[in-house]
């Protein structure tokens, strides 16, 4: 899994473009965007009905029709690489300044569209707040300044997108951009397929070598045939930045006399004396999945090197899940259950249920992603603190989940891929870095100017900046495998509901693994 569990819902947006000045989609983080610098549009976005879940894999796209002026837009050539290090946190401040408008969003690869008209047709898993708004944004001015391009999005669920991707790519009228999730049950599984363009030469024609570091292009590299992960083609680029950890009620921690824990036994000292206040220690939900593969990864990888895990996801030589550390951090998942620290009924409640309950007040410690920032800070960010997991012991190492969020990729159909590939730098470019951090998204890059809305983003930011200046940055345990976010979730649920045993559960994890593994030989 990656920054992926999204609301069980779909959102089919239509951005309406009409000459003017441009105008933010939504409220909050970003302001008004220069008039001497901004595309000549104005998107508004309106919900088409109400959200539900798809009854199939073709999606109703969205209607996308920009009518600027083609005087109005910037004539500059988009290419300059940033300048910020890849290892660096995103800046922060608790002032927000509205982002800069681009110097330029006008693309030679995308010209020819003046004479005849290009239509991209993108799908895409950001329905959260902040993050959806953004690319509405991104991609109106986008198309203000590249007359005749014509943006189709589609916007659904992280599940409703994973369940219809792979065959979208293989139909000629798919998506011609799409998200597609990192590891080797989808990415890998499409690169195996032959249905992603591979994105190495942008990365020098682009400067996304500088962008990012070689460590977050492993994690989208696969070779030509799919079979090895980490290494090879890069087939896709990240908007958002992503670490796992936990949230918490500062209200409560003060209200407690608690401070962040530095180990893990401080940490579950911490949650027996919640609880024996009459809190509920960890909000928590799991309806479906989705919540202990986030919860069991982030106690796994505290116990694991950098190697033991690198090796096991890219599936090196002699990599196994049936280990001492897997069936270890099974049973301290299992001991958070049976101590009550919990929330009650929490096999009925849906992690994103769990999440909006939390920040509503509900629980002191919320496991959960950095994508739920944004959301959180709508609720009341200066409520909220974030920390990474804590490690076994004060003052060692340990991982954290994250790195980038589900990148963007082109599909091998699409009949105008550097025209795509604008759009994808677009996307990932310093600007809109900038658009993500005032609207409380933690950003795939730094930038100068990247400042977020308050506290929690600059703790958020803060996490994902110590992670990633220690190479402490994990993975998502499911990208090791096709299948492996199923069969993980699947197998919690067995843990979980006692109807097998840590180190059971461990066996079963790793023998579906070999298999896949031994399917690449």
Request: charged share 15%.
């Amino acid at each position: 899994m990656n920054n992926h569990i999204q609301a069980p819902v779909r959102r089919t947006l239509v951005l309406l473009v009409a000459a003017g000045l441009l105008a933010t989609a939504c409220s909050g983080g970003a302001g008004t965007a220069s008039p001497t610098r901004a595309p000549s549009v104005a998107p508004t976005v309106a919900a088409t009905g109400t959200p539900t879940a798809p009854s199939s894999g073709t999606p109703t796209a969205a209607s996308v029709a920009p009518t600027a002026s083609p005087s109005s837009a910037p004539s500059a050539t988009a290419t300059d690489a940033p300048s910020a290090s890849p290892t660096e946190a995103p800046s922060t401040s608790a002032s927000v300044s509205p982002p800069a408008s681009p110097a330029s969003a006008t693309y030679e690869a995308c010209a020819s569209a003046a004479t005849a008209p290009i239509t991209l047709t993108e799908w895409d898993q950001e329905v959260r707040e902040g993050i959806g708004p953004s690319i509405d944004q991104l991609e109106a001015e986008f198309m203000a300044a590249n007359p005749g391009v014509t943006i189709t999005r589609t916007s659904k669920s992280f599940d409703d997108l994973k369940a219809t991707l792979l065959q979208a790519l293989q139909d000629p009228s798919g998506p011609d951009i799409a998200q597609v999730n990192q590891g080797r049950p989808d990415m890998g599984t499409a690169v195996q397929g032959g249905l992603l363009v591979p994105l190495t030469p942008y990365l020098t024609k682009y400067g996304w070598d500088q962008r990012w570091g070689q460590g977050v292009h492993a994690r989208n590299s696969f070779s030509e045939d799919g079979k090895t992960f980490g290494q090879g083609n890069v087939y896709g680029v990240s908007v958002t930045g992503e670490v796992v950890g936990l949230y918490y009620n500062k209200e409560k921690y003060t209200a407690l006399s608690l401070s962040e824990p530095k180990s893990w036994d401080e940490f579950m000292t911490q949650l027996q004396s919640i609880k024996d206040a009459g809190e509920t220690p960890i909000e928590f939900g799991d309806q479906g999945g989705g919540g202990s593969i986030q919860v069991y990864g982030s106690i796994l990888e505290t116990m694991l090197d950098r190697k033991s895990l690198d090796d096991f996801i890219f599936g090196n030589e002699g990599a196994s899940f049936d280990t001492p550390e897997a069936t270890t951090a099974a049973e301290t998942l299992l001991s958070l259950v049976d101590k009550g620290y919990l929330t009650d009924g929490y096999a009925g409640i849906k992690i994103d249920d769990a999440a909006v309950a939390f920040g509503g007040g509900d629980g002191v410690y919320f496991w959960g992603g950095s994508w739920y920032g944004a959301g959180l800070t709508e609720s009341g960010g200066e409520k909220f603190g974030f920390m990474r997991t804590p490690p076994q012991a004060a003052g060692g190492s340990a991982l954290s989940i994250g790195g980038v969020g589900l990148p963007w990729s082109i599909s091998k159909n699409s009949k105008n891929p550097e025209c795509a590939a604008a759009l994808l730098d677009y996307l990932t470019g310093d600007h809109a870095m900038e658009l993500v951090a005032a609207k409380g998204v933690l950003p795939s890059h730094a930038t100068a100017n990247a400042v977020g809305p308050g506290d929690l983003f600059n703790a958020l930011s803060a996490a994902f900046g110590d992670a990633n200046g220690k190479d402490e940055v994990g993975h998502y345990l499911d990208w090791a495998f096709a299948g492996g976010y199923d069969t993980f979730n699947a197998e919690l649920a067995k843990l979980l509901a006692k109807q097998s045993e840590p180190a059971a559960f461990a066996k079963a994890i790793d023998t579906a693994y070999q298999e896949f593994l031994g399917s690449l030989k």
